[in-house]
């Protein structure tokens, strides 16, 4: 699977961006895929994940939770995260992933297999 997200871009306080993750191949609604950001000098964290097939279950960071809704559309080969009331704390690179081996979605870096090369979001105070 190649994952190729977009739709990052540079935002003020409290406006909406909506990311985009790409899949090649026939096999994206048998991966849970999640999102991932990495801020300047910290480590790449956890924002959302969703589960395969239907995508009936999803997770959260705390962080972005009731701010962030992450989504897919498997005829789309597509998984999005619509990102509202942003805050410069938002600021990152954001990166999409999937994984095929877990049973549920994961918060964990380690249980993804493929990313994608990531799309930056800024957001100015």
């Known amino acids: 699977v190649q994952l190729q997200a977009s739709g990052g871009g540079w935002v003020q306080a409290g406006a909406s961006l909506r990311l985009s993750c790409v899949a090649s191949?026939?096999?994206?609604?048998?991966?849970?895929t999640g999102w991932f950001r990495q801020a300047p000098g910290k480590e790449r964290e956890f924002v959302a994940a969703?589960?395969?097939?239907?995508?009936?279950?999803?997770y959260y960071a705390d962080s972005v939770k009731g701010r962030f809704t992450i989504s897919r559309d498997n005829a789309r080969n597509t998984a999005y995260l619509q990102m509202d009331s942003l805050k410069p704390e938002d600021t990152a690179i954001y990166y999409c992933?999937?994984?095929?081996?877990?049973?549920?979605?994961?918060?964990?870096?380690?249980?993804?297999?493929?990313w994608g090369q990531g799309t930056l979001v800024t957001v100015s105070s």
């Open positions: 992933a999937c994984d095929q081996k877990s049973i549920s979605p994961s918060w964990s870096r380690s249980s993804y297999d493929y």
């Open positions: 969703i589960s395969r097939g239907g995508g009936t279950t999803t």
């Open positions: 191949g026939r096999t994206f609604s048998s991966h849970n």
